[in-house]
């Protein structure tokens, strides 16, 4: 195992602590994948296994088609839906799903995150959050049918369940969860005051945003 391959681990387990610290996820919930550059092999997050004890050592390695390589645990049961974003957009190469609580609760009512916050309208170049179809995960027909809701977005909301972004690293795909479910929490809080419909960013700033998202590469991953 070389430098880069125990970093990319440490991040994985990083980014998955950091999410649990902030309510993203509880205990072994969600999970999060990093592409090794210039190979056909996955790290990836294993299943039902904490994250405040997790080492390095605990992540698993998975080829293109998520067959296990190495490892001593079974790698998340999500794996299908994190190999095929990387398989359909080469510029995806890391994904994380958390189940966060703000983002469950709104999309549970149809209520979809608008351009509240400038985090969000960046991160997510304008777009939002996709839906995907209320069916069961954690097979390769969800990934497929998922991921074709996704389109060129960034991240996807699964209903019930709970959202899935990818990014050029692990880090902004994290991020880019954090930034959906904090702006879920400021749409959710401001419906909860019922003084009327929350002011959103207006459409030229928006455009605006996005010019900058693009030129920053905060867009990244968004086209196939």
Same mark, same amino acid.
């Given at each position: 195992?070389?430098? &880069?391959? %125990? ?5 994985? /387990?990083?980014?998955?602590? !950091?999410? #649990? *610290? ?9 999970? !999060?994948?990093?592409? /090794? ?19 390095? $050592? ?5 080829? %293109?088609?998520? =067959? @296990? ?8 049961? $999500? ?31 149809? &209520? ?10 960046? &991160? !997510?170049?304008? @777009? ?13 027909? !969800? *990934?497929?049918?998922? &991921? ?10 699964? @209903? ?10 692990? =880090?902004?795909?994290? =991020?880019?969860?954090?930034? *959906? $479910? ?24 928006? =455009? #605006?945003?996005?010019?900058? *998202? ?11």
């Amino acid at each position: 195992m070389d430098n &880069l391959e %125990m970093e990319l681990r440490q991040q994985l /387990i990083d980014a998955a602590q !950091f999410c #649990e *610290a902030r309510d993203l996820l509880v205990y072994t919930q969600g999970n !999060f994948s990093a592409r /090794i550059p210039g190979t056909d092999r996955v790290l990836i997050t294993p299943s039902d296994i904490p994250y405040p004890t997790m080492v390095p $050592e605990d992540i698993v390695e998975v080829d %293109m088609d998520g =067959k @296990k390589v190495s490892g001593k645990y079974a790698p998340s049961s $999500e794996t299908a839906i994190h190999i095929t974003a990387m398989r359909r957009n080469p510029a995806v190469m890391a994904c994380a799903h958390a189940e966060s609580p703000h983002v469950n609760a709104l999309y549970s009512l149809n &209520l979809e995150i608008p351009n509240i916050l400038g985090n969000f309208t960046y &991160l !997510f170049a304008g @777009k939002g959050l996709a839906l995907g179809p209320s069916i069961r995960s954690a097979n390769q027909d !969800f *990934a497929e049918k998922t &991921l074709d809701a996704m389109g060129d977005r960034m991240g996807v909301v699964w @209903k019930n369940h709970g959202m899935f972004c990818v990014g050029p690293d692990i =880090k902004m795909a994290m =991020k880019r969860c954090m930034a *959906a $479910e904090q702006a879920g929490r400021v749409y959710y809080l401001a419906l909860c005051l019922n003084r009327g419909t929350p002011d959103l960013i207006p459409q030229d700033v928006q =455009k #605006e945003m996005v010019e900058t *998202a693009i030129a920053h590469g905060w867009a990244e991953a968004a086209k196939s």
